[in-house]
């Protein structure tokens, strides 16, 4: 996984979250308004608080994450027992060159004809706002990153 300098400083201790966590659930809504959740690797977490996932373009998680659906994220570190939740806006991406960058072995098993798999897509979450949790003392602290913002406050926490 690629953690990229973050141009937001709030995103800071949300990046140091996710290189350690990796594995995100990611939480979409349903038609019949159900929610869903389902884990996913995390490629990269870009310079401009974007988040990167292999995925199917079959897959339901597609079409319940419609173009600029809100979407949730929630990590955790449990050696350290930090939490954090993301929301965010998904989109699906066709990009050559950014699948081939972000491109695994391990991403494998689940694509076994590599990039040229016809199925192969990529799903980009625009950071929104980001909600943490670090013990020992279970603060909460909120970064509201509005994607692509460069003028986020710095996270605080709150009692």
Known sequence: MEIDEQHNAALAKVAEIIGDAKFAMLTTLEKDGTLRSRPMATMQLDGDGNLWFFTSQSSPKIVEAKPDQQVNLAYMRTDKQD?????????????????????????????????????????????????????????????????????????????
Request: charge should be negative; avoid cysteine.
């Open 83 to 159: 939490y954090l939740s993301i929301s965010g806006a998904a989109e699906l991406v066709h990009d050559r060159e950014k699948m081939q960058d972000l491109w695994s072995p391990w991403v494998k098993p689940w694509f076994p004809k590599e990039l040229d798999d016809p199925d192969l897509a990529l799903l980009k979450v625009s950071i929104m706002e980001a909600e943490y949790w670090d013990a020992p003392d279970s603060a909460t602290a909120r970064a509201d990153a509005h994607a692509h913002s460069h003028n986020a406050p710095l996270p605080r926490k709150s009692p």
